[in-house]
């Protein structure tokens, strides 16, 4: 009679773990069959790994470098300036505080954690949380109306959730990732507007001489 073996996995995490167990038992024993179980549980979060990577990839720098240059060339060539002023300035604080703090990432720390997507940088802060509240909020801030910062909230917060989905950071990773942008912010909202009008006086002044 023939022998099958039949194993069950109902989390997404062991079911690349449980299937190289198996394989190496069948190469042992060619005469092995296999049979996979996947529980309930694997099944229904399946159709959440695509959204979540869109979510994560409207946080992400490569979003913005092609984002940017269409809002300046196509949009509003002030919004544009301004986005890549704060894409510049976060991304730059994003990897001073993540070299200061050497944080790990989930799947360093455990093999039980199956990450959906790899970074070999540091885990805190969370460049994406952080370049998500920085750069969404300037144009919330920039359009100054209720439903672009309902918008603005909403992407910030999905961003910072796929990336703990993903299996990329812990949750005080986007955390600080968010207070680090938030801050961000608040210093380009409060500091653009007279640096700018400085910089036009420079210009000025400049052609006259």
């Excluded at 144009?139 to 439903?147: F, R, S, T, V």
């Amino acid at each position: 009679m023939p022998r099958r073996l039949v194993y069950v996995v109902d989390r997404r995490s062991v079911v690349d773990q449980a299937t190289e167990a198996a394989r190496a038992l069948q190469k042992a024993d060619p005469a092995l069959r296999i049979s996979t179980l996947r529980g309930q549980h694997v099944d229904n979060r399946a159709w959440l790994e695509a959204p979540m990577k869109f979510f994560s990839f409207l946080g992400s720098p490569n979003f913005f470098l092609i984002f940017i240059p269409l809002v300046y060339w196509s949009i509003d060539a002030a919004l544009g300036v301004r986005a890549w002023f704060i894409l510049v300035a976060g991304a730059g604080f994003t990897e001073f505080f993540k070299m200061a703090l050497h944080g790990p990432r989930p799947y360093w720390v455990s093999t039980n954690v199956r990450a959906m997507a790899s970074d070999p940088g540091f885990g805190v802060p969370s460049g994406h949380a952080e370049l998500g509240v920085g750069l969404w909020g300037m144009i919330a801030a920039y359009y100054h109306k209720a439903w672009v910062w309902g918008a603005a909230v909403l992407l910030v917060l999905f961003i910072g959730l796929s990336r703990l989905y993903l299996g990329v950071h812990f949750p005080h990773d986007v955390l600080v990732g968010w207070m680090l942008g938030f801050l961000t912010l608040c210093a380009f909202v409060t500091f653009w507007q007279p640096v700018e009008a400085r910089l036009k006086k420079m210009s000025l002044c400049n052609q006259t001489e």
